[in-house]
């Protein structure tokens, strides 16, 4: 064992370790060379300095109670933080932590198991220390460096550990201060296959990290977007004071324009802090640059307005364009920071993903699994997640066939995103979610391979990859990991909402989606219980899953609403899931589970359930929504969530707007307007009335969350490339603190305070394409809201009757009532197919469809239809092989009518 020395690292730039230089050589963005200069200026300055101490000694000067820089060193805790590339799984069951690693990898830097987040203070001493094993045995180098290009090397020891533990220690002292430096052990380089072993890995000295202060703002916590006119205006201000406090709305220019009390609200559970809350609802004046005042404390600046939330809506939509993988993305489109070239293309230094093989002893064969989205920060795309970003995607425009208070679609309509395909008469949300379809279909096993029909879980690199990094500079070997049934049944879901969704605009997409949805159902029945790994982790995510019931209940509820077939039927109405409880309290549905999208859907699409089932369906939807109620009434903070550690989890944001899409559900389908006020707090949490006082979406609100952890929008790291776009969601607070720096940073923080927004913190600060789907879904119900103002009466009632089916065609009948007090002279009715449905010829109106869309509009003679009086007409349509349920949502001049007739 002995120090490498290399006194001046700023000489040697090329000596680097391999793995560890700049993506590559040629074809580098001038960005990164300028950042690496940078670099090195700092590095030339720096000189190392070790201590003298020999091996299995520790330095006198570090003092027996220095702070513990490493987290789980004794992996009590399990794997999490520690990370590994170029190794097998690592795992913790014995208490120590294991691994395999390949024999004759060519250099020691080959594999890796490592530790981010090291806070060193430059001149400290350290004392490292950890317990090593390999059998049958091998070098083993322990480095401390930049995480990150160039990987400066701050320490190092050598050792050689054999398959009884061993001790090492070494003290040294850092040259240079780095709060997020790496600890990695270097585990390759030996001829044999070994299985490695560390356990109590410590690095003591330097001084504990400074206490952490987050600026939080005024105290007083109001949603920093604004509020809708007729909707409910909460705000929650932070004092120490128990009794009630008064309060003033003030406008722009200062002058008070309403006032009252606030309500004291004890010590609030979520954050630990002392609260009152204030409710100005009556006010309801539109206007900009209002303030809330009380105990001495002033807000940040909001407005009142029903337009708030309308470019969120294409906002939120945008960030999947920024993600998408396999095509160059336009910087006219979506801002001149955002273009890149297109990512992994075949392309070199990428290795993927036209032509993609499986980790070792997998597969045989490779699949060109291009395109779709890039996960997250990071440049995986896991099916698991991809298909319910898609799903919700999808989603949010099939809610536009069904929900009275969106518009048929029209603003989520063709040329309403910033995509590529604006302008191909096919609705742009559609088309965003398409880039991702077909992604999902090419990960599927194809004919004649074994597991045929299949789904692989996931493609990501091999090993984790450094921050920034542009997509097209990914220098990593991809991999495809098993099938497993969960992406199998998840492709199954959404490929079967593509096939109903799209048949109106690409009928053949549409059919191929809805034959490899029947393959892939076909494939996880007969292939049930093949679970996707928790300690399949390196290089990309687990999303691990060992419990498939749901995801066997949404796929089955899709196809059924896609196909009407009873078999399918017999699967939703056999499932323990179409009775039982799935919408739980912490987060109704997630990558994990998926029942309660099953019974969203068959909620909301129309279907041919018996009708006892339909309404029983519905109201476990309102019985959940009740819950979400609940929850939100009892936090001082107006969140759909409890107030418990336990609730507030890696991506607690995506929970807290997933709760709220049931909320705008249950508003959908019943029409009460404490459902809709509940999904409306809950964007007032997520735009700042939290005890952070930061909006979580970038961009929106007076001071939002902008470094998240992405290797595409790095500015936090290089200021040439840029922040997230506008519209990302940040996972949010994680009482978990899963990654070194939030855990170093936040260390018995209370739930609420559990986020920094720093590039570093993957396990609080990440973006996601799931969190921002749930963001899409609630920006597009709460544009639709307008001023939230009280919900009308209907006035007018619709039937819809299919008098005759045959092979390729109907015979339906339609009716529409003037329920309302004054006479309607000259009407147009509306409604959606559900799939592949045309209308061929009508009578007594005149009937026309666009998309999915059918207008009816009368002739001279029935333009008037008198206070209780009805108009009836008709026409033939043509089948195809989808369901053909009648619709729920029939409008009359753009009104929602009853229904069915009464
Ligand atoms: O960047 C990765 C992020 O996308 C994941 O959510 C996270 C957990 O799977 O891991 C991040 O990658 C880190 C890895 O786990 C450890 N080495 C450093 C990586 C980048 O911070
Ligand atoms: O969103 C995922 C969260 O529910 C898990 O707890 C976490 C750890 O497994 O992983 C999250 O997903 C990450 C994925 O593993 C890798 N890409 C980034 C995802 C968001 O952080």
């Given at each position: 064992m002995r120090w490498k020395h290399r006194a001046d690292i700023g000489s040697a730039p090329r000596g680097l370790p391999a793995p560890h230089r700049s993506p590559t050589r040629k074809g580098i963005p001038v960005i990164l060379i300028r950042r690496r200069r940078r670099h090195l200026a700092v590095l030339a300055a720096t000189t190392l300095v070790l201590t003298g101490a020999s091996a299995g000694t520790a330095h006198a000067e570090v003092p027996p109670d220095a702070p513990e820089q490493i987290s789980n060193g004794d992996f009590s805790a399990g794997v999490a933080p520690w990370f590994s590339y170029g190794t097998g799984a690592l795992d913790a069951g014995d208490g120590r932590l294991c691994t395999t690693v390949a024999g004759g990898l060519a250099n020691p830097w080959d594999a890796g198991i490592g530790h981010d987040g090291v806070h060193l203070n430059a001149g400290a001493e350290y004392v490292l220390g950890f317990d090593v094993s390999a059998t049958p045995g091998a070098a083993v180098k322990a480095v401390l460096q930049l995480g990150s290009a160039p990987y400066t090397t701050y320490a190092s020891v050598e050792t050689t550990a054999g398959t009884e533990p061993k001790r090492v220690t070494q003290t040294f002292t850092v040259p240079a201060a780095n709060d997020n430096a790496q600890l990695v052990f270097q585990v390759g380089g030996a001829t044999a296959e070994q299985r490695l072993c560390l356990d109590n890995v410590s690095l003591r000295g330097g001084e504990a990290a400074p206490p952490y202060q987050p600026?939080?703002?005024?105290?007083?916590?109001?949603?920093?977007?604004g509020y809708l006119p007729g909707g409910p205006k909460n705000a929650t201000v932070v004092t120490g004071a128990t009794d009630p406090l008064p309060w003033q709305l003030r406008s722009a220019a200062g002058a008070v324009v309403a006032s009252g009390e606030s309500t004291p609200r004890g010590v609030d559970a979520a954050s630990g802090q002392p609260v009152q809350t204030i409710d100005f609802s009556a006010y309801r004046t539109p206007g900009t640059g209002y303030t809330l005042v009380a105990d001495g404390e002033t807000s940040h600046p909001f407005d009142i307005s029903g337009a708030l939330y309308d470019r969120l809506r294409a906002d939120s939509l945008q960030f999947f364009y920024a993600q998408r993988s396999g095509t160059p993305i336009d910087g006219d489109l979506i801002g001149a920071g955002y273009a890149r070239p297109a990512g992994h293309?075949?392309?070199?230094?990428?290795?993927?993903?036209t032509s993609v093989g499986c980790q070792p002893g997998v597969c045989d064969y490779s699949l060109d699994v291009r395109g779709g989205w890039y996960d997250a920060g990071d440049h995986g795309k896991y099916v698991v997640n991809g298909g319910i970003a898609a799903y919700q995607l999808l989603n949010t425009f099939e809610r536009t066939k069904t929900?009275?208070?969106?518009?048929?679609?029209t603003v989520l309509g063709d040329a309403t995103l910033r995509v590529p395909e604006r302008g191909n008469t096919v609705p742009d949300v559609l088309d965003e979610a398409r880039w991702e379809i077909e992604f999902l279909l090419r990960m599927q096993v194809p004919a004649g391979e074994p597991l045929a029909g299949m789904a692989h879980h996931k493609i990501h690199d091999r090993a984790w990859t450094g921050l920034p990094l542009a997509p097209q500079d990914d220098p990593q070997p991809r991999e495809l990991h098993p099938p497993s049934t969960a992406a199998t049944l998840n492709l199954a879901a959404v490929a079967a909402q593509c096939a109903r969704l799209f048949a109106p605009y690409d009928a053949a997409f549409a059919a191929h989606c809805g034959t490899a949805a029947k393959t892939a159902y076909a494939a996880a029945k007969a292939h049930p219980a093949r679970y996707a790994s928790v300690?399949?982790?390196?290089?990309?995510?687990?999303?691990?899953?060992?419990?498939v019931t749901d995801e066997f209940y949404w796929a089955a509820v899709e196809l059924y609403l896609t196909t009407g077939k009873k078999t399918y039927l017999d699967d939703v109405t056999a499932s323990p899931h179409h009775t039982g409880d799935v919408f739980t309290p912490g987060g109704a549905f997630g990558w994990q589970s998926v029942a309660a999208l099953g019974r969203l859907d068959l909620a909301t699409v129309p279907n041919g359930l018996p009708s006892a089932d339909r309404v029983r369906v519905r109201a476990s939807v309102t019985a959940a929504a009740d819950g979400y109620l609940a929850a939100l009434r009892a936090q001082a903070y107006g969140l759909p969530l409890p107030g418990d550690a336990a609730a507030y989890v890696w991506g607690s944001n995506s929970n807290v707007v997933n709760n709220a899409v049931v909320l705008g559900t249950a508003f959908d389908l019943t029409r009460d307007a404490k459902y809709r006020d509940g999904a409306v707090q809950a964007a007032d949490y997520l735009f700042g009335r939290n005890a952070l006082n930061i909006s979580y979406v970038t961009g929106w609100g007076e001071h939002s969350a902008q470094n998240q952890h992405s290797r595409i929008f790095g500015h936090q790291l290089n200021p040439d490339l840029p922040h997230p776009p506008a519209g990302s969601l940040a996972g949010g607070p994680n009482a978990g603190i899963q990654d070194p720096y939030a855990a170093q940073l936040l260390a018995g923080c209370q739930p609420m305070f559990c986020y920094v927004d720093d590039i570093n913190s993957y396990s609080t600060n990440e973006v996601a394409i799931n969190w921002n789907s749930a963001l899409a879904w609630l920006a597009s119900f709460l544009a639709d809201?307008?001023?939230?103002g009280a919900v009308p009466a209907p006035t007018c009632a619709a039937g819809y009757q299919i008098n005759g089916t045959w092979p390729d065609g109907f015979n339906t009948q339609v009716t529409v009532r003037n329920t309302g007090t004054s006479t309607i002279n000259g009407w147009t009715a509306r409604w959606a197919f559900t799939g592949d449905q045309s209308v061929a010829s009508a009578w007594s109106a005149q009937v026309s469809q666009s998309g999915a869309t059918v207008t009816a509009k009368n002739l001279s003679y029935n333009a008037k239809i008198a206070p209780g009086a009805s108009v009836t007409f008709g026409l033939i349509g043509k089948a195809g092989a989808l369901a053909n349920p009648a619709p729920t949502l029939i409008t009359l001049n753009g009104h929602a009518c009853t229904r069915p007739l009464t």
């Open positions: 600026d939080t703002g005024p105290r007083v916590r109001v949603n920093q977007v293309l075949g392309v070199e230094p990428n290795q993927g993903d929900a009275e208070t969106a518009d048929g679609g300690t399949d982790g390196t290089g990309g995510g687990a999303y691990e899953d060992d419990n809201q307008g001023d939230a």
